[in-house]
């Protein structure tokens, strides 16, 4: 189970650091390269920056899930 959890920690930490630097700054970013840079005409984010959004914040549950799951399973183990 440790394995797993562990295993798991350390995918959604990449997949987290590789959406964290798809995000679009100041100046652009890499989300650009995607179609982010076409915002629609209401002034709102495009689709592909909301889809990055919500990708982004399933992974920081999955990772957060992760981290508490394995401090309970040392803490009793």
């Given at each position: 189970m440790i394995l797993t959890f562990s295993i798991?920690?350390?995918?959604?930490?990449?997949?987290?650091?590789?959406l964290v630097l798809m995000h679009k700054g100041r100046g652009g970013g890499l989300s650009?390269?995607?179609g982010g840079g076409v915002s629609s005409s209401l002034g709102g984010s495009s689709v592909a920056e909301r889809n990055l959004d919500r990708i982004t914040v399933g992974t920081a549950v999955i990772w957060a899930i992760s981290v508490v799951a394995l401090g309970l399973l040392f803490k009793f183990n």
């Open positions: 798991l920690l350390i995918l959604s930490s990449l997949l987290l650091i590789v650009d390269m995607f």
